[in-house]
């Protein structure tokens, strides 16, 4: 059982470039969550998932895109990199709204 | 929208001695759920603990307290006999019914002093 699985754990962008990080999660969750952390801050909503098919903006979306065709998978797209959008990203996602998330590992991105 | 502060940016404690974290949300629910997590240096996040706001009893686990004063919008944590692995940052949660709304504080990040 591996839980909530982020690719990749670090990633280095020029201004300008597009890339999408990766999140699968195996336990059938219906809730998924993209958050991103910047330096000795909290953690701030993306974009949210209540279901396959189902995506919402959370506080910060500007910048990012979403999609959800499976249960399993959300990843996160990332149009036109810019410095702001330096953080870590962290993918999670949980069973029902009353119980825990499970978090991935995070992916520390730089965009330069 | 929801907010969740963290007005304690650092706080340390002596090993073995008691330390409260404080943490105050706004909200217009009447029900919603509460979280602690912590953060060590490795990243991962790890729920501490949780309470659900239509219950009246704090909850606790093992060290762990949460002091919930609803009325107030206040969830504070008390971690008792600390230890050196309780360093870490520690983020407040709050999570609505229908999950559609999970948001965090900014962190306290707590120093275990030997």
């Known amino acids: 059982n591996a839980g909530v699985t982020q690719t990749p754990k670090f990633r280095i962008l020029k201004i300008g470039q597009s890339m999408t990080l990766q999140c699968t999660q195996d336990?059938?969750?219906?809730?998924m969550y993209w958050y991103r952390q910047d330096p000795g801050m909290g953690l701030k909503l993306i974009y949210y998932?209540?279901?396959?098919?189902?995506?919402d903006k959370g506080e910060v979306p500007n910048g990012y895109n979403v999609s959800r065709s499976t249960t399993e998978d959300f990843p996160l797209r990332l149009e036109l990199a810019a410095p702001s959008q330096t953080s870590v990203y962290f993918c999670?996602?949980?069973?029902?709204?009353?119980?825990?998330?499970?978090f991935g590992s995070g992916t520390q991105l730089s965009v330069l | 929208a929801q907010t969740v502060t963290q007005s304690q940016p650092e706080m340390s404690v002596q090993e073995a001695e008691t330390v409260t974290l404080s943490c105050t949300y706004d909200?217009?629910?009447?029900?919603?759920?509460l979280f602690w997590y912590k953060q060590p240096p490795s990243r991962q996040m790890i729920l501490v603990i949780r309470?659900?706001?239509?219950?009246?009893q704090n909850a606790t686990e093992n060290r762990f307290s949460v002091n919930f004063q609803k009325a107030a919008k206040s969830f504070s944590l008390k971690i008792s006999d600390s230890q050196l692995g309780d360093a870490a940052m520690y983020f407040c949660?709050?999570?609505?019914?229908?999950?559609?709304?999970?948001?965090f504080g900014t962190g306290t990040s707590l120093t275990v002093i030997p």
């Open positions: 909200t217009s629910e009447s029900d919603y759920y």
């Open positions: 309470q659900e706001a239509y219950k009246q």
């Open positions: 998932s209540v279901g396959a098919g189902i995506t």
């Open positions: 336990m059938n969750h219906n809730y």
């Open positions: 999670a996602s949980g069973r029902t709204a009353r119980e825990k998330l499970f």
């Open positions: 949660a709050y999570r609505n019914t229908t999950g559609n709304q999970f948001y």
